[in-house]
């Protein structure tokens, strides 16, 4: 059974940073491309960072490039989303997301982000 939890949402400040990790578990994770969503309320859901399956290459949303910085640790079957520069319009719900070479793919429950003063 697939399961991709996030970890490590909250309230935080603007300017602030958050880590957020999602555990992997069901599916070759070590082969799968691994990216981290995010919805906000009234908009649709949008990609903010995708990394490959060994972790050389990373793509950044335009709002998010130079603050955000995706990683992944295949011996821990996880991926990491580290935010720092936080801002109000980062609050979302945001959701890990895998995709296999097959072209499988799967979601995770997703974990809210809050940025306020």
């Known amino acids: 059974q697939v399961h991709l939890v996030e970890s490590g949402g909250g309230l935080v400040q603007p300017g602030g940073s958050l880590r957020l990790s999602c555990a992997a578990s069901g599916f070759p994770f070590r082969t799968s491309t691994m990216s981290w969503y995010r919805q906000a309320p009234g908009k649709e859901r949008e990609v903010v960072a995708v990394?490959?399956?060994?972790?050389?290459?990373?793509n950044y949303a335009d709002s998010v490039k130079g603050r955000f910085t995706i990683s992944r640790d295949n011996a821990k079957y996880k991926v990491y989303l580290q935010m720092n520069s936080l801002k109000l319009e980062d609050t979302a719900v945001y959701y890990c997301?895998?995709?296999?070479?097959?072209?499988?793919?799967?979601w995770g429950q997703g974990t809210q982000v809050t940025v306020s003063s």
């Open positions: 990394i490959d399956s060994v972790g050389m290459k990373t």
């Open positions: 997301h895998a995709r296999r070479v097959t072209g499988s793919a799967y």
